[in-house]
């Protein structure tokens, strides 16, 4: 696998009520990791549009060869390494502008995007009982956000991640977050190394 020397990774602030996200907090948390392995790193508003905007932002003054993107998907009980972006929107809330987007991202583009990264060999070489592979990024600012940074930057490798919920934000979930860190710090070793 290749190995990445410049990495921007991005989590989004807690939405739907929520008042916390794991993929923020561990943004906010790891400086310490991320120092050591040459990862910008970034918390992004649930927003289509400024999400985008921010990483477009970053990529247009760094020189990233990988982008990571974290999002929550607080009803799985695993990490889930997202295979495709689908070119489609179906909003069931308003983001945090109160946009409520449903239909095709971009008319002029394929149906999906299929990332790059060897998710198999990723998640392989992983804990496999705490991550899966998925194939549905789902339809909202998670979906469109790694759709639009795979159709926009193609010469970037990138990969969405999905967290699970943690016991933070419900009682019944099976993560603590510092368990659930310290899978993510090795999963992103695994990804950049």
Same mark, same amino acid.
């Given at each position: 696998?290749?190995?990445?020397?410049? @990495?921007?990774?991005?989590?989004? &602030?807690?939405?739907? /009520?929520?008042?916390? +996200?794991?993929?923020?907090?561990?943004?906010?948390?790891?400086?310490?990791?991320?120092?050591?392995?040459?990862?910008?790193?970034?918390?992004?508003? $649930?927003?289509?549009?400024?999400?985008?905007?921010?990483?477009?932002?970053?990529?247009?003054?760094?020189?990233?060869?990988?982008?990571?993107?974290?999002?929550? !998907?607080?009803?799985?009980?695993?990490?889930?390494?997202?295979?495709?972006? #689908? +070119?489609?929107?179906?909003?069931? #809330?308003?983001?945090?502008?109160?946009?409520?987007?449903? /239909?095709?991202?971009?008319?002029?583009? !394929?149906? /999906? #995007?299929?990332?790059?990264?060897?998710?198999?060999? @990723?998640?392989?070489?992983?804990?496999?009982?705490?991550? &899966? @592979?998925?194939?549905?990024?789902?339809?909202? $600012?998670?979906?469109?956000?790694?759709?639009?940074?795979?159709?926009?930057?193609?010469?970037?490798?990138?990969?969405?991640?999905?967290?699970?919920?943690?016991?933070?934000? +419900?009682?019944?979930?099976?993560?603590?977050?510092?368990?659930?860190?310290?899978?993510?710090?090795?999963?992103?070793?695994?990804?950049?190394?």
């Amino acid at each position: 696998m290749k190995r990445y020397l410049n @990495i921007l990774l991005t989590g989004f &602030e807690a939405f739907d /009520g929520d008042t916390y +996200n794991p993929s923020m907090e561990y943004i906010l948390t790891r400086n310490h990791f991320f120092k050591s392995l040459n990862i910008t790193a970034m918390v992004l508003p $649930v927003s289509f549009q400024r999400s985008f905007e921010m990483i477009e932002n970053q990529v247009k003054q760094n020189h990233f060869d990988l982008i990571i993107e974290l999002g929550l !998907a607080k009803n799985r009980p695993k990490i889930s390494l997202e295979k495709v972006a #689908i +070119n489609w929107d179906d909003a069931r #809330i308003v983001d945090a502008d109160q946009v409520q987007l449903t /239909g095709k991202i971009d008319s002029n583009l !394929a149906d /999906g #995007i299929f990332s790059r990264l060897d998710l198999n060999a @990723i998640r392989s070489g992983s804990d496999q009982s705490k991550i &899966e @592979i998925s194939y549905s990024a789902g339809t909202y $600012v998670c979906n469109h956000l790694y759709f639009k940074t795979m159709a926009h930057f193609p010469q970037i490798d990138s990969v969405f991640i999905h967290l699970p919920g943690t016991k933070k934000l +419900n009682d019944q979930n099976q993560w603590f977050d510092e368990e659930l860190f310290l899978t993510m710090d090795k999963l992103i070793e695994k990804i950049i190394l």
